[in-house]
Every structure is written in C-alpha cells, then in structure tokens.
C-alpha cells in the first residue's frame, strides 16, 4: 500500500469514527481530498485508492491538473472537482466550465459571473455560500447575518444549485472552541432551511479538526495535508 493510499485509510477511520460516536449515519459524511498543489500523479494514486472527489484552489493550476489526470484515466472516469480557494471576479469563466462544486462563493456579482458561465450542456453548477464565522480580515465570506439573505438570492439563479454552507473556522486546537465555531455554520445552516432553502451539504472540517465538524453536523470534510503531506506554498485560507 503506497504512502497516499494509507493515509486515506487513516484518515477514513477517523472519518468513520467520528461519526460512530456522533451516532450518524455511516454514509452522512463525504471525504474531500485537497489536492491542491500537489501533482497529478498524487490525484492518481488517490482515485485508485478509491478516492473521487478533489479539492482545488488555483485556477490555473487546478485547470492543467484536470486535464492531466483526464488524459491519464480517461474521459470515462467519473472525478468529482470541487473549487474551494478565493474567487476572482476574472476567473469565474474557467471555474463554471471545469468544475463541479464551488465552495467559496460569498458575493452576488461571482454567483451571477458563475451562473452566465456555466455551460448550457452540463448540470447546474453545485454551490456552497461562504460564511466568515470567525470576522477575519484575512478571509473570505459573507457575514453571518447577512448570509440567509444572499443565500436566497443565489438559490434563485439559473445554472447555479445552492447545495450549502462552508467556513473555515479560525485555528484553534481547542476542540470546545472548534465545535463552537463549527456550531454557529450549523445552526446558520438550520435557520435557512426552515426559510426554505433546500441546502444539503456542511462544508466544514480539515485535517486538524474535521472530528469537531463531525460532531456537529458536517457533511462534507476537507482534508489535504493528512492525506497528501505537508504543502510548499502557505496561503492564508487554513489547513486543509
């Protein structure tokens, strides 16, 4: 079993024990392995150890990557690309024809971009509103208490399908306050649901915390460095 393949294992176990003890479902949390950065000979090796669904936050790179590993598995091989970094007004274009998921979006004016620019041949483009759970400066997403009102306002358009809410709490290794922050997302997420937004998916969780996320209701983890290793390049958006 090679380094990658082992480290999914790992982090599966976590994953399904987390989950044991919040008493869920087994099948109520999805994994999202974070490739960015690293190769596509990486993605490879994890979609072999039966990973699907991939994580990216550079456009251009992500772009090349898909079309490598494409090449590499064919066009019959079913990969699920997940677009989770800053959102740039500019790259909306690209983002809305390569991707499946986008995780980050926290403006009207990049839901719209995204919208006009997804391809009329494939499905609606999956969305998560960006919510700023912790009032960072150095972080995208919408204020709490302006997040419902948006949310509304991207469910109504065309080409997008408003699936749910993601943060990326502040770091802390305290699990209280990791579930507390985790928490706020979630009853975030309940309230819009009783407005009647038919969200699905808590995009919250990574390598340092996704037990935290679990217990409070996360649908969906972000993992990288647990599966892949440490990253060269920092960015300020969390560990994943």
Not at 65 to 83: D, N, P, Q, R, Y
Not at 184 to 193: I, P
Request: glycine share 8%; aromatic share 4%; with cysteine.
């Amino acid at each position: 079993m090679g380094a990658i393949a082992k480290a999914m294992q790992d982090v599966r176990q976590r994953i399904a024990a987390a989950v044991a003890t919040a008493q869920r479902a087994p099948d109520s949390v999805r994994l999202l392995a974070v490739s960015k950065t690293f190769p596509a000979a990486a993605v490879i090796e994890a979609h072999q150890a039966g990973q699907t669904a991939f994580g990216e936050s550079y456009v251009q790179e992500a772009v090349a990557k898909i079309a490598e590993v494409s090449a590499a598995l064919g066009a019959h091989t079913a990969l699920e690309w997940h677009f989770i970094g800053p959102i740039q007004s500019n790259k909306t274009r690209p983002i809305a024809e390569q991707f499946d998921w986008v995780h980050s979006v926290d403006r009207l004016k990049i839901a719209e971009r995204l919208a006009a620019a997804r391809p009329a041949g494939r499905p609606p483009l999956n969305v998560c509103l960006q919510v700023n759970i912790g009032d960072e400066a150095s972080k995208g997403g919408v204020a709490p208490d302006e997040a419902i009102a948006l949310a509304h306002r991207i469910a109504a358009l065309p080409g997008l399908w408003l699936r749910g809410l993601m943060a990326i709490p502040r770091p802390t290794t305290d699990v209280a306050e990791q579930r507390a922050q985790f928490r706020q997302l979630r009853e975030l997420f309940d309230r819009a649901r009783a407005e009647g937004l038919a969200l699905d998916t808590l995009s919250m969780g990574m390598s340092d915390d996704l037990e935290a996320a679990i217990m409070e209701g996360s649908t969906l983890v972000r993992v990288g460095s647990a599966i892949f290793g440490a990253r060269a390049k920092k960015t300020t958006e969390g560990k994943t």
